[in-house]
């Protein structure tokens, strides 16, 4: 079974060629967004069924049925209808982070299309956690909760998904004892930036926004997705690999269903500021930035750790239910209040680094117990980890896909994540 790997901003209708899917494709890219018109996104759908690929449709008609126009259910009926034959058809996008008031709109649609395409299900991409609006004397962690289950209430989504960016950037003074923040010099020449200096932040509760939504599709038993972050933007800098990297096996080690990048497309100049667009996959003209190698190395991970999960040990152990996240935990100073601190868990009694202290570190247990992935926290620089184990250890190669023994020491590259199991 493949990992679902898909993006926001896709393929400017003026390049979209079934060459371009196929670029796509080969960055890693399985799940294609198809957002044109109702004829070209049949043209996609038809090369998408050719590649081997599926996709989210976004056609014209679903706003038509969200603003409650009348007619609205005979404009989705011609729309399931005209999807019908066209099986690389994966969900319908319906909105993008939307306030608790605009839930019973989705709830009378999302209705309706279940009623009529029970294939098929609904796409809403939630707020992040810190952008909901706040309720007076509730906690933001609870607020979020409630956000959630008001939102579940009105849906019944097959489907959670939320988008957090926490690689963020401010200005300062100095940067002595500070990391300072990638940014482009085409964003700094357009902005007027020459001799500001910013400072890389990353901003909290990235982990405890992973957890709520982990646990919330646990409760309601439906898959989840999250969007990482990878142009830079308003306040948001321009990510290095490693910081990609620890973005995406973070995810992974937390259980996620499926996984999406913010952008493919780079938006492009058009966009006034703060949302000044720079440096996606493929950058606005339609050639390859330095992104598409570095996510198609990422992509190719990802599959191979995936596909790990379920993958017999060479003694011929397969775990059940492999691909379920049965806890997370944190070693090192973490901020974030649901990122649990380390604690044994099958033979495994410790995780510490070569100096003898915490590494900055994800464990994120799956299955059985028996398997675990371990993400180094720190993007900028590489962690040797030591587990301390009362049985025998394996790792997943990445490059080739096998189990090879392991003595429990191993050194991360900047925000990489590693399968291990006993």
């Keep these: 079974m493949s990992f679902p790997i898909t993006y926001w901003y896709g393929i400017r209708k003026e390049f979209l060629s079934r060459e371009r899917l196929m670029e796509a494709k080969e960055a890693g890219f399985n799940l294609i967004e198809c957002a044109y018109d109702t004829e070209t996104n049949k043209q996609v759908l038809t090369w998408c069924e050719e590649l081997g690929l599926k996709a989210n449709v976004n056609d014209p008609r679903m706003g038509i049925a ?3 126009t009348e007619g609205w259910e005979t404009a989705l009926d011609e729309m399931i209808e005209d999807y019908r034959g066209y099986p690389a058809v994966n969900r319908f996008f319906m909105k993008d982070e939307p306030v608790d008031e605009y839930f019973p709109t989705l709830g ?68 002595e004892g500070k990391k300072p923040a990638r940014l482009s010099e085409e964003n700094i020449k357009r902005n007027g930036w020459e001799g500001n200096l910013y400072e890389a932040v990353d901003t909290p509760n990235f982990y405890d926004n992973l957890m709520l939504v982990r646990n919330k599709a646990a409760e309601i038993g439906v898959p989840w997705m999250t969007i990482i972050l990878l142009v830079e933007h308003w306040h948001y800098r321009w990510p290095t690999e490693g910081e990609v990297r620890w973005e995406a096996f973070t995810a992974l080690a937390h259980g996620i269903s499926a996984l999406s990048y913010f952008t493919y497309w780079t938006p492009g100049t058009a966009h006034t500021e703060p949302w000044s667009y720079h440096n996606g996959i493929i950058l606005a003209d339609g050639t390859r930035g330095e992104k598409y190698e570095i996510v198609r190395a990422i992509n190719q991970d990802l599959q191979r750790l995936y596909t790990g999960l379920e993958l017999p040990l060479p003694d011929g152990r397969s775990p059940a239910d492999p691909h379920k996240s049965v806890a997370v935990y944190h070693t090192g100073d973490e901020v974030d209040r649901l990122a649990a601190p380390f604690k044994a868990f099958g033979h495994i009694h410790s995780i510490s680094s070569n ?37 025998p250890l394996w790792r997943l190669n990445k490059t080739t896909g096998a189990w090879e023994p392991c003595n429990g020491t191993h050194t991360f590259a900047p925000g990489d994540g590693e399968l291990f199991a006993f």
């Design 66 to 68: 969200l603003a409650g």
């Design 355 to 391: 100096d003898g202290g915490d590494p900055r570190a994800v464990i994120g247990v799956f299955g059985d117990g028996s398997r675990f992935m371990v993400v180094n926290k720190n993007h900028d620089e590489p962690v040797t980890v030591i587990i301390g184990s009362d049985a």
């Design 108 to 175: 009378r649609v999302a209705r309706y299309l279940h009623e009529r395409d029970p294939i098929h299900g609904e796409y809403v991409n939630f707020l992040p956690h810190h952008a909901v609006p706040q309720l007076e004397g509730m906690d933001m962690l609870e607020r979020y909760n409630l956000h959630m289950d008001r939102y579940i209430a009105e849906v019944h989504p097959s489907l959670l998904s939320y988008d957090h960016y926490s690689l963020s950037r401010r200005q300062v003074d100095s940067l």
